[in-house]
């Protein structure tokens, strides 16, 4: 898919459900790889606003600023970020926001770090720490899927996120008309899911 037509599609996805932060999010990329990066910026501080704890919205809206020469409002951003990430154990986000604070001159904060969700998943057996809201919340009583991503959604996000999760993909599909004929399809589902639900990869 071209990047115009990208932008385009996220566009709509975000207009037709302006609470939606994946769509907004998704656009967000989209102009970024199209180095559109007001615009960029604009659907990133959207994403935040809706959903305080996408690390990964602050270490694009970091990247963007820091195109644009914003070195300032690029470290403000980018500390924000690494503490959310901190806190909640995204340990990918985390490290790539040190990276560029470190790039930028400035030293990572000194944050209590969440052991990531990989090594505290369950607890009793019933229970998942959820990479999607930071919470141990109930987890699913069995893969929603089967293979090596289905086994990853199991250890990783709660029964609730899970559910918020289809309602959020039936307008993915929806508003991207995804044909699931078509290989590419679910690649893009898929992408657009571990996104969604942070899921680490």
């Given at each position: 898919?071209?990047?115009?037509?990208r932008?385009?599609?996220?566009?709509?996805?975000a207009?037709?459900?302006?609470?939606?932060?994946?769509?907004?999010?998704?656009?967000?990329?989209?102009?970024?790889?199209?180095?559109r990066?007001?615009?960029?910026?604009?659907s990133f501080?959207?994403?935040i606003?809706?959903q305080?704890?996408f690390?990964k919205?602050?270490?694009?809206?970091g990247?963007?600023?820091?195109s644009?020469?914003?070195?300032a409002?690029?470290?403000?951003?980018l500390?924000?970020?690494?503490?959310?990430?901190?806190?909640?154990?995204d340990i990918m986000?985390?490290?790539?926001?040190?990276?560029?604070?470190?790039?930028?001159g400035?030293?990572?904060?000194?944050?209590?770090?969440?052991?990531?969700?990989?090594?505290?998943?369950t607890?009793?057996?019933d229970t998942?720490?959820?990479?999607?809201?930071?919470?141990?919340?109930?987890?699913?009583?069995?893969?929603?899927?089967k293979?090596?991503?289905?086994e990853?959604?199991?250890?990783?996000v709660?029964q609730a996120?899970?559910?918020?999760?289809?309602?959020?993909g039936t307008?993915?599909?929806?508003?991207?008309?995804?044909?699931f004929?078509?290989?590419?399809?679910?690649k893009?589902?898929?992408?657009?899911?571990?996104?969604?639900?942070?899921l680490?990869?």
């Open positions: 898919m071209e990047i115009e037509e932008i385009a599609n996220f566009k709509n996805m207009d037709a459900d302006p609470e939606n932060e994946l769509g907004h999010f998704s656009l967000g990329k989209a102009y970024l790889d199209a180095q990066y007001e615009e960029a910026c604009a501080r959207r994403v606003e809706l305080s704890g690390s919205a602050y270490q694009h809206l990247e963007a600023l820091r644009l020469g914003k070195d409002e690029a470290v403000a951003a500390t924000d970020g690494y503490r959310v990430a901190a806190e909640r154990g986000p985390r490290d790539a926001m040190a990276n560029l604070l470190r790039e930028l400035q030293t990572p904060p000194e944050v209590e770090t969440k052991a990531p969700a990989a090594t505290v998943a607890a009793g057996g998942v720490s959820c990479c999607h809201c930071g919470q141990n919340a109930p987890k699913m009583e069995e893969r929603p899927f293979g090596e991503l289905g990853k959604v199991l250890a990783h709660c996120c899970w559910k918020e999760w289809i309602a959020m307008k993915v599909i929806n508003e991207l008309r995804l044909d004929s078509n290989p590419e399809a679910s893009t589902y898929d992408s657009h899911m571990i996104e969604f639900l942070q680490p990869m």
